[in-house]
């Protein structure tokens, strides 16, 4: 606190509101797509919330913002019930103590930097020269001073993501809502940001949901995530081991993992959904086994070989035949889309595809040992 | 080999861009001399010399005077309720909207003389309505100043309705939307949001409105008479002095042609130019 700047604004922007805990056990029914959710977010705690297009995640943040009211449930900050339908009560949007950072950022271009800032603070029937002391606080805070005159057309995408992170702060919300902050920025900017928002989350007081597709920008940010599919939430946990052990295809495919469905039997067979053939799992100490029952198989897919002949020789317990149907080059590697029961994505060295002399229509024999399979009880 | 070679594309658009086609110059020449000509015309046979003595006759300053008068009248009247009806028209959903959008538009089609029948059956003194206006509240509106702002406004606001509809429609609702998570009441997001971003386009159509209010003729004479220090307007005091002084009526009409020029001005140098111009 030597910056003079910072002391003397420090009181004027102090946090007002007492930090509360977020609780929504609610319903959305919008046509024919309904989004059900329950979830706490306790103050401090930053809420990652993933999922595919479509699947709710906007619905959810615009339900607690007060945009899409909510058509069964409650929505509960501290003691202060924001929408109930049972018994009715609904607090307007522009009641609600709540800053939402929208993902096009939705500045207002007629007005200045500082104006925009000062928007909230204004609503909220400050003075003139209040709001512009609040605006003037979090423009330092953010590091937006130097470009307080200007209109947000003369921003960068980076700068613009800033000023839309202060307009939210400046309303002293209890709970902030980011629909994919970092979604509009090119990937470098996308690396400064994100740090850089990670801090304000983490000095943030209250409740923080943030909406993204970004599996690292959810382990970086969130102190826990939840992923919506289809207006569901179908896994919850802490971001990494989300990212270890996904519950569905789409959080899979994100992550990089090849996920089956199945049945586990007994001598560690699991056999797979949709007739994708069996896979064979060791068994370890009883306490991590699953129990018998439905399962989830997560395999690396650096952990597959990938053969021109049937290895009849090695230790893999795993062998089953496909073909090449894809090959596309990564950064140091090439992944291989191999159709067979079941179908798996295989990373390869460049090397490893020319040696192999793969193209796409390829039959090949794929293995992977019984000790590379992550089998976990299926929570659905 | 020439580089214009590597871009046969763009040689082509250049040299198309270069000649305009005689099948379309012609024309396009006839079209440009037509509007122009009677306009030169009017100039060229305006009585410059005594241009100073006819404009300076009473009654040209009083039909002046009024016309600008009642065509403010009628832009504010126009203000006042048609950007409401515009908003309406832009932001509600309801039954029958199309039907009524076609409706509000109908003025901007309708010979204007029509117009003023219509308004003389619904409130002149017989009218459908009319006839409540003057026998319990003793107004009367044809044959009055008032009733020369009544066909004006009838004839004038659908351009003002249109041109704000159509900002309206376009403005950002995303920003508003954002203004609300702000704090803002609808109030303080009209007045501080929307209005500030359909701010050019109210301005173009109270212009397009107030000239149109400026220039009417038939709804005013049919509706409102033409009795001279009450609802003669320019128009109509050209139209009459034309009848017994000809050099009169050019030079009443120069009064308007500089008017009309100046509202071009104004519109191409402001508010014509675009979204660019924001």
């Known amino acids: 606190m030597t910056d003079p700047i910072t002391a003397s604004l420090e009181p004027v922007a102090a946090p007002t509101r007492v930090a509360s805990t977020l609780t929504m056990t609610a319903s959305v029914q919008r046509g024919t797509f309904r989004l059900d959710v329950d979830v706490t977010v306790e103050p401090g705690e930053v809420l990652g919330v993933i999922g595919p297009n479509g699947s709710g995640k906007t619905t959810l943040l615009r339900a607690l913002a007060g945009l899409t009211p909510i058509t069964d449930g ?33 500045l207002f271009p007629h007005l200045n930097v500082r104006d925009n800032v000062a928007f909230a603070p204004r609503c909220r029937k400050a003075g003139r020269k209040q709001s512009r002391l609040i605006a003037d606080h979090w423009l330092h805070r953010l590091r937006l001073a130097d470009l307080a005159e200007r209109k947000p057309a003369q921003l960068s995408g980076g700068q613009a993501q800033r000023v839309a992170l202060a307009r939210s702060l400046a309303a002293d919300p209890g709970l902030l809502l980011l629909d994919e902050p970092l979604a509009a920025l090119d990937a470098r900017t996308k690396l400064e940001i994100r740090a850089e928002l990670r801090r304000h989350l983490t000095e943030f007081p209250g409740a923080t949901l943030l909406v993204t597709h970004d599996p690292l920008e959810a382990m970086v940010m969130a102190d826990r995530l939840i992923v919506i599919e289809d207006g569901r939430i179908v896994q919850h946990g802490d971001p990494a081991s989300v990212a270890r052990r996904p519950a569905t295809q789409y959080v899979a495919r994100l992550v990089g993992l090849n996920l089956y469905r199945g049945t586990l039997g007994s001598y560690g067979r699991i056999i797979l959904r949709d007739n994708a053939g069996t896979l064979v799992t ?10 018998p029952g439905p399962v989830l198989v997560a395999i690396r897919p650096t952990a597959i070989a990938v053969h021109t002949a049937r290895p009849d020789h090695s230790s893999p317990r795993n062998i089953w035949a496909g073909m090449v149907t894809g090959l596309e080059l990564l950064t140091d590697r090439v992944r291989a889309q191999v159709t067979g029961r079941p179908s798996a994505l295989v990373d390869l060295t460049p090397d490893a595809v020319a040696e192999l002399d793969l193209v796409e229509g390829s039959e090949v024999w794929l293995s992977a040992k019984a000790t ?3 089998v976990y009880t299926d929570p659905q | 080999m020439s580089p214009r070679r590597s871009y046969p594309h763009r040689s082509v658009r250049e040299s198309g861009q270069r000649g305009v086609p005689a099948l379309i110059a012609a024309p396009a020449l006839v079209a440009f001399a037509f509007l122009l000509l009677p306009l030169a015309a009017l100039l060229v046979r305006a009585p410059w010399r005594g241009l100073g003595r006819l404009l300076s006759e009473s009654d040209v300053l009083t039909a002046l005077r009024l016309s600008l008068e009642c065509a403010t009248a009628a832009t504010i009247a126009a203000l006042v309720f048609g ?7 832009a932001r509600m959903r309801f039954p029958g909207l199309g039907l009524v959008r076609a409706l509000v538009t109908l003025p901007l089609v309708l010979p204007p003389v029509v117009g003023g029948i219509a308004l003389l059956l619904a409130l002149g003194r017989n009218g459908i309505v009319g006839r409540h206006l003057d026998e319990w509240f003793g107004i009367t509106l044809p044959f009055t100043t008032a009733g020369v702002i009544v066909a004006e406004t009838f004839v004038a606001m659908p351009f003002l309705i249109v ?3 159509g900002a309206l429609r376009t403005a950002d609702r995303d920003i508003e939307e954002a203004a609300v998570t702000l704090g803002a009441s609808r109030l303080t997001v009209f007045r501080r949001i929307t209005l500030p971003a359909i701010g050019p386009s109210l301005v173009a159509g109270s212009i397009l409105c107030w000239a149109r209010a400026l220039g009417e003729f038939g709804a005013t004479i049919t509706f409102a008479g033409n009795l001279p220090g009450t609802t003669q307007t320019m128009p109509l005091a050209i139209y009459e002095a034309f009848e017994h002084d000809p050099e009169a009526a050019i030079a009443l009409s120069l009064v308007l042609l500089l008017v009309a020029v100046i509202v071009l001005v104004a519109l191409r140098d402001k508010w014509l130019r675009g979204p660019a111009s924001l």
Not at chain 1, 76 to 101: C, K, N, W
Not at chain 1, 282 to 291: E, V, Y
Request: glycine share 4%.
């Open chain 1, 74 to 106: 409650r929505i509960t900050l501290g003691d202060q019930i924001l929408d109930s339908v049972q018994p009715a009560a609904f607090v307007a949007p522009e009641q609600r103590p709540i800053g939402f950072v929208f993902q096009n950022y939705r």
């Open chain 1, 372 to 374: 590379d399979l992550d």
């Open chain 2, 83 to 89: 950007v409401p009806l515009a908003w309406v028209l």
């Open chain 1, 282 to 291: 060791t068994r370890h100490l009883p306490a991590d086994d699953p129990p």
């Open chain 2, 163 to 165: 041109t704000v509809e």
